[in-house]
């Protein structure tokens, strides 16, 4: 059983606080695990991106509570599971923290293995587009959590 379930991206506004918020969400309030997110390259102290946090709001999810937060080697080892949103993340996080690696896979890993592309600065779309990856990346996780 995971207790301590990680989310990262590069900024952790956007991609990861996106999955952290869904998932927290889909495993319901009864759940023991606890779900968070980090970034590799955080906009630390920073809210959610404005256009993510209106599609989760949209969607029935509130992450106006986001603040972001710099990934680092401790957070890597105190985690159970670490979900990244690309291939490179996953390889960036091995680099970090080595003796997590094997706990470190995509988000998307039962879905088909996709990188989900990072939408920040970009128009309404690509966070649609970003934000339907997540949703499919999150739910292909719940029956083994």
């Excluded at 600065?121 to 690509?126: K, L, N, S, T, Y």
Aim: glycine fraction near 8%.
């Amino acid at each position: 059983m995971f207790q301590r379930i990680l989310i990262a991206c590069v900024g952790n506004i956007c991609r990861s606080p996106t999955a952290e918020y869904l998932l927290r969400d889909r495993l319901g309030p009864g759940h023991a695990a606890t779900v968070s997110s980090a970034g590799i390259a955080a906009v630390a102290g920073h809210p959610m991106d404005e256009t993510a946090l209106a599609l989760l709001l949209e969607n029935g999810v509130d992450g106006g509570a986001h603040i972001a937060r710099q990934l680092d080697a401790t957070l890597l080892r105190e985690s159970d599971l670490v979900l990244a949103m690309e291939k490179s993340h996953v390889d960036a996080i091995r680099r970090m923290a080595p003796e997590a690696s094997g706990k470190v896979f995509l988000l998307d890993k039962w879905v088909g293995g996709r990188d989900i592309p990072d939408p920040f600065r970009q128009r309404r779309p690509a966070y649609e587009q970003a934000y339907s990856l997540i949703e499919q990346g999150v739910g292909s996780w719940l029956r083994y959590l």
